[in-house]
């Protein structure tokens, strides 16, 4: 399905920026779906009610589940994704289900990707093949930590804390990011270094996700992070920030 993909297109453009701009500040010496092109609304973005801006610090959440769901039907559809993560996000695993209401039927597609070991690998599990991509083993893509990012790398990539809100019961900070080179504007909600609230745009996609129940240090089936045998994967060539 064209939007999904693109979808996911997005969501490794959002993964790649963040990997991009945490790079740069480890080797730096220390001195909704929106669908048009405009800038992120502001009003809209305001009417979250955030409270003015504080440090949150940071906790060890070494293992948990967050299920997070679309805020406005993508292309008619609703999109629901469960993120599984263990050792403090080192092992994941993503469920993403699109659900289609077609004359009265319900049509439904998951797409899996589990991140292990240095690599990435993305099936549909009604399918017998997928795709194996090496990872960036400096990115750990469950856990953001804006707080490392100095104050030069937060101007070079427009990154902005705009305050807190609380997101299914988590006080989050909010940070926004307005990166003009690669035609990305972006909203992130953080909890415990765990985005609850996904707000990403380019140029012709956007997509937004909010978490409705997080599920902190809970036991984790290791099953879940396991690649699945009948699956064929073939190897993708670059370096997947997914």
């Known amino acids: 399905?064209?939007?999904?993909?693109?979808?996911?297109?997005?969501?490794?453009?959002?993964?790649?920026?963040?990997?991009?701009?945490?790079?740069?500040?480890a080797c730096t010496p220390k001195t909704e779906v929106i669908e048009d092109n405009s800038q992120i609304d502001e009003t809209e973005f305001k009417?979250?009610?955030?409270?003015?801006?504080?440090?949150?610090?940071?906790?060890?959440?070494?293992?948990?589940?967050?299920?997070m769901k679309s805020t406005k039907p993508i292309h008619g559809s609703d999109v629901e994704r469960t993120?599984?993560?263990?050792?403090?996000?080192?092992?994941?695993?993503?469920?993403?289900?699109t659900v289609i209401y077609a004359k009265g039927e319900r049509v439904s597609t998951t797409q899996v990707i589990i991140d292990v070991d240095g690599y990435s690998y993305s099936y549909n599990p009604e399918k017998k093949t997928g795709y194996r991509t090496k990872t960036n083993r400096n990115l750990n893509p469950t856990q953001i930590d804006f707080s490392k990012i100095?104050?030069?790398?937060?101007?070079?990539?427009?990154?902005?804390?705009?305050?807190?809100?609380?997101?299914?019961?988590?006080?989050?900070?909010?940070?926004?990011?307005?990166?003009?080179?690669?035609?990305?504007?972006?909203?992130?909600?953080?909890?415990?270094?765990?985005p609850l609230r996904e707000i990403s745009k380019t140029l012709d996609f956007g997509y937004e996700y909010v978490a409705t129940k997080v599920e902190e240090n809970v036991s984790v089936n290791n099953l879940w992070f396991q690649i699945p045998s009948e699956i064929d994967f073939q190897e993708s060539s670059g370096v997947q920030m997914q």
């Not at 399905?1 to 500040?25: D, E, T, W």
């Open 1 to 25: 399905m064209h939007y999904l993909n693109s979808a996911i297109s997005v969501m490794k453009q959002s993964l790649f920026i963040l990997a991009l701009f945490i790079g740069i500040q």
């Open 47 to 67: 009417s979250t009610e955030l409270n003015p801006i504080e440090d949150i610090q940071p906790g060890n959440i070494r293992s948990g589940i967050i299920y």
């Open 83 to 97: 993120i599984y993560f263990d050792e403090y996000g080192t092992k994941r695993r993503v469920e993403t289900t």
């Open 150 to 194: 100095d104050a030069n790398t937060m101007q070079q990539f427009g990154i902005q804390k705009q305050g807190t809100e609380i997101i299914a019961g988590k006080l989050c900070t909010v940070y926004t990011i307005s990166y003009d080179a690669m035609n990305f504007n972006g909203v992130y909600s953080i909890w415990n270094n765990l």
